[in-house]
């Protein structure tokens, strides 16, 4: 039985966890659930799954959910509260399904107490891989993906020789606008961004989805976690999204994973590793799926991607600044404050603007992140 803490258990990826976790009683059990402010859906998680700790980040929420709670179950509050959750939890695994650099602070705090991570969240990873992965080489444990790319790619890689790979084909459905013509992006709304051709996920991701930035910041993933130069990292639109990533070695052999587009695939993986574990999931129906598609994705229409390979290449502080002033423009973008299109032009004044820190400090990294956070607001207030 593998003791499992999910944060963000409230979200796309924390309830998809936990369909999984129902569906296989014998071998995990939700020991601690964490959440932002959702108490409703955390009332009946906990109902279900009954945990021994809960945290809510926000302290607000946190009093209400006590005040509904009969017993005595241990809620934590605040940011400080996520971490002393993943401290004193007895979870083996913590699934990191927080959205955005918020979830930094727990992933370094179960890193150090010596847990694995299933990750979900990319944008921590982002702002500082380089910290993340020496970190938890020293301290021993595993960061299992749980980002369909990344699962294929570890998965394709598994019992492979690092030094034997060519390139990685990163591959994306291409969103919701690999069709659209790059003048109707002037008016995109933000239902139109909503709606993602085939994944269902929160809100932030879908739109990262729609300006390829969620590509670009897999791209900085995949290096991370493999160790890769951007160089060797492709990126192939492939709208059918059944192949979710491929790995080229040097003989010319191509090894790809493929499934169906649901997540609890992944997650199940990194749940189970190094097992895997017989399930009723959608399979893929070869003789129904006729063909697959493949194109090059266009860095003119799609300029996010081409500022998240400027900010691979430069390393240093430089993605905690993209991820910092990307987070910013879709919450402003989301919050209708900014249009679609000028997402990618936030993004690159800020990158303009920084001096680059090559291998930043902790304190460097969230210094950047800060001060990218307050130029993007000052050049949207300028916008409008
Ligand atoms: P959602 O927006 O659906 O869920 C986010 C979750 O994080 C919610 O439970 C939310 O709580 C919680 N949360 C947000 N901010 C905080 C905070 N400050 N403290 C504590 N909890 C917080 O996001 P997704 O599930 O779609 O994505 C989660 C992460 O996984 C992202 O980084 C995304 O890039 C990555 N990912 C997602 C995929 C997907 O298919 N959805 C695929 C691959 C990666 P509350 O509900 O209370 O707001
Ligand atoms: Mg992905």
């Known amino acids: 039985m593998k003791h499992i803490a999910i944060l963000g258990s409230t979200g796309s990826i924390g309830e ?11 071998s995990f059990k939700a020991v601690a659930l964490a959440t932002h402010s959702n108490i409703e859906i ?44 993943v401290s004193k939890s007895k979870a083996d695994k913590v699934v990191l399904a927080i959205s955005g650099s918020a979830a930094l602070p727990p992933l370094l705090k179960a890193i150090e107490n010596g847990k694995d991570i299933a990750l979900a969240n ?3 990873l982002v702002m500082a891989g380089p910290l993340v992965m020496k970190m938890a080489s020293r301290n021993k444990i595993k960061i299992l993906p ?17 030094g034997n790979l060519k390139n990685i084909y990163l591959t994306a459905s291409g969103g919701p606008f690999r069709k659209t013509g790059r003048n109707r992006l002037r008016k995109i709304s933000r239902s139109q961004v909503l709606k993602h051709p085939k994944w269902s996920m929160g809100p932030k991701i879908t739109v990262d989805s729609a300006t390829l930035m969620n590509k670009g910041l897999e791209v900085l993933e995949a290096m991370f976690l493999f160790d890769v130069p951007c160089a060797k990292i492709k990126v192939l639109v492939h709208p059918e999204a059944i192949i979710h990533s491929m790995v080229e070695f040097i003989d010319g052999v191509v090894i790809a994973q493929l499934s169906e587009t649901d997540m609890r695939i992944p997650i199940q993986y990194a749940l ?11 399979a893929i129906d070869f003789y129904k799926l006729k063909e697959l598609h493949f194109e090059k994705p266009d860095f003119g229409k799609f300029p996010c991607l081409g500022l998240a390979y ?19 423009s879709v919450g402003e973008f989301l919050d209708k404050r900014l249009e679609f299109i000028s997402i990618p032009r936030v993004i690159e004044k800020v990158l303009n603007k920084h001096r680059n820190i090559a291998e930043p400090d902790l304190t460097e990294i969230k210094a950047a992140d800060s001060w990218a956070r307050e130029e993007a607001y000052n050049i949207i207030e300028r916008l409008n």
């Open 146 to 162: 749980i980002d369909s790319e990344q699962s294929a790619i570890w998965q394709c890689l598994e019992g492979e020789k690092y």
């Open 310 to 328: 400027r900010a691979a290449t430069a390393l240093g502080t430089s993605p905690a600044v993209l991820n910092a002033a990307n987070e910013v």
């Open 272 to 282: 189970s590793y190094p097992e895997r574990l017989a399930n009723s999931l959608p």
């Open 16 to 26: 998809n966890t936990l369909a999984v976790i129902r569906h296989f009683p014998k």
């Open 42 to 85: 955390l009332l009946k998680q906990i109902k279900e799954f009954r945990p021994e700790y809960v945290c809510v980040a926000d302290r607000e929420a946190a009093l209400k959910l006590r005040s509904r709670l009969k017993g005595n179950l241990k809620i934590f509050a605040g940011e400080e509260g996520l971490e002393e959750l």
């Open 122 to 124: 990319k944008e921590a």
